[in-house]
């Protein structure tokens, strides 16, 4: 999808009827500024729109075809809501599901339509919830129809104020690392594996500046990483660490870490999830993929920020050599831990990966990412990602770019009287307590390996990988959550 900035609106392509989108403010019907469009094509239009009960709220739009001199022109009124930047987003990703397999190939957005200029960062954020609403993943698709295959392949943004190029450029960026973590997250997981993983992003970032390093499980045994390797050794597919590192700031350690679980299909091993439903595990890689489409992003609009991020990629599997109930690890902290249920797999991972990373590059701040529990789900649906920190600070920080970015957290408690649900009676500690506070005792097992006086926080982004209806940026499917929260926390917090 191309966005295109123009002064005047471009004449209309040869052959193709032109399709104008008006931006209109909520409640102002009354106050748009129609342009060249005479009274009769004005009253067809507003006609058009009261029958339909349209008032401008975000994301509505309203349909006329009015006469233009000798040409017809396909009018959508396009409501912009009471005109914050979530309501241009709303709207941008509305129209592109209105227009995207429409046969309309390109459009024009007027936004001198409304009262007054908008502001530059909301129109950046129309254009980009435009762009992210049109991705899809149809590679494995032999027998589309032609009225189902996408045609909208321009947008053209006229009335447009000083600064939303400028703007848009960085929130493009963003866009790139959010499709990267969307088509990770899509992958079947016989084409996504740790080492494919590690493959596909190394191709996708060449030349954006990422120093890539990469351990193998030889590298991983010899630094005693025997929680990750645990999960692994069902599977026929090697575990990898990928290391991403962007420098911004110039040499020296960086300020933050992400860190991201990399399941890259999970079948819960020898604690074998139920089968229907399983197909969908090949997301439980979404942490990982946010990570990678963070990094992407970081280097795509040349963050001035020190960043490192890594991803423990494994595949969890039920084997002869798999992990059982009942196995004590050993991780790299050194800490040992009793294995009660082989898919309580994700900590695993990220214990041994949040140790390495302080070991290595000694962050003074770590944020992990993982679709860790179900529970979450249960505690919060599909509308918020959960949040967990050592620090109030890092909190308020993490929740105020969720808000700002789309991407919404809700922190949850941390204390001694969870912590002390996961004790084992032969073990450091058991990977999983009772039922009860399931996504809590989940992040007080990871907040053990966090070392003294190190910034942390864990989300658990279970519900909000993948989702079973459209929203406003994203169609079914992966939705690409977390790379907007980590751009816009990184921004605010660590570049300056």
């Known amino acids: 999808m191309q966005i295109q900035f123009s002064a005047t609106r471009p004449a209309p392509m040869p052959g193709a009827m032109p399709v104008l989108a008006l931006a209109v403010e909520k409640d102002g019907l009354d106050r748009i ?4 469009f005479d009274a009769a094509a004005q009253r067809l239009a507003l006609g058009a729109a009261r029958a339909a009960r349209f008032d401008g709220e975000a994301g509505a739009i309203a349909e006329a075809f009015v006469a233009l ?9 396009l409501g912009v809501g009471p005109g914050a930047e979530t309501d241009y987003e709303r709207a941008g990703g509305a129209l592109t599901a209105r227009l995207l397999t429409s046969g309309t190939e390109a459009v024009v957005v007027d936004f001198s339509s409304l009262g007054g200029a908008p502001a530059a960062t909301s129109v950046a954020r129309f254009a980009a919830a435009a762009v992210q609403r049109s991705w899809r993943i149809d590679m494995y698709r032999t027998k589309l129809a032609e009225k189902a295959k996408p045609t909208l392949s321009s947008i053209t943004l006229v009335g447009a104020p000083e600064g939303a190029e400028a703007a848009w450029h960085a929130q493009h960026a963003v866009t790139m690392g959010l499709n990267l973590t969307r088509t990770l997250v899509a992958l079947p997981p016989n084409i996504l594996y740790p080492v494919s993983f590690v493959e596909r992003f190394r191709a996708d970032v060449e030349g954006l500046g990422l120093e890539i390093s990469v351990l193998g499980e030889a590298e991983m045994a010899a630094l005693g990483m025997g929680a ?12 990898q660490l990928l290391v991403i590192k962007w420098s911004g700031k110039g040499a020296g350690d960086p300020d933050l870490a992400l860190v991201g679980k990399g399941v890259t299909f999970d079948t819960g091993g020898i604690s074998l999830k139920p089968g229907p439903g399983m197909e969908d595990m090949k997301w439980d890689m979404g942490g990982a993929g946010a990570v990678a489409g963070a990094m992407k992003a970081l280097a795509l609009r040349k963050a001035k920020a020190n960043v490192v991020g890594v991803c423990g990629l494994v595949e969890n599997m039920p084997d002869a050599n798999a992990q059982r109930p009942g196995d004590i690890v050993t991780s ?4 040992t831990i009793e294995i009660l249920n082989t898919d309580a797999e ?54 105020a770019a969720g808000k700002a970015s789309g991407d919404l957290l809700w922190r949850f408690p941390l204390s001694d009287a969870y912590n002390k649900l996961i004790d084992s009676p032969i073990a450091d500690m058991k990977n999983v307590g009772p039922r009860g506070a399931g ?8 907040q053990r390996f966090v070392d003294k006086g190190v910034r942390w926080a864990h989300l658990d982004i279970a519900g909000m990988v993948w989702a079973d ?23 605010d917090n660590f570049e300056g």
């Open 228 to 239: 990750l390797l645990g999960v692994s050794q069902g599977s026929v597919r090697d575990a």
């Open 33 to 36: 500024n129609f342009g060249a």
């Open 346 to 399: 994700g900590r695993l991972v990220l214990c041994d990966a949040i140790t390495w990373v302080q070991k290595n590059h000694r962050p003074k701040t770590i944020v992990d990412l993982a679709t860790l529990t179900g529970a979450m789900i249960i505690a919060l649906g599909n509308e918020h990602g959960g949040m967990f920190a050592n620090d109030d600070g890092l909190a308020d920080q993490l929740l």
């Open 332 to 335: 790299m902290s050194g800490q």
């Open 69 to 77: 001199g000798d040409a017809v022109v396909q009018v959508l009124l």
């Open 469 to 491: 209806k459209p929203g406003a940026t994203f169609d079914k499917g992966a939705t690409g959550y977390g790379v907007r929260l980590l751009d816009r926390f990184v921004g």
């Open 439 to 446: 996504s809590i005792t989940a992040a007080q097992f990871i």
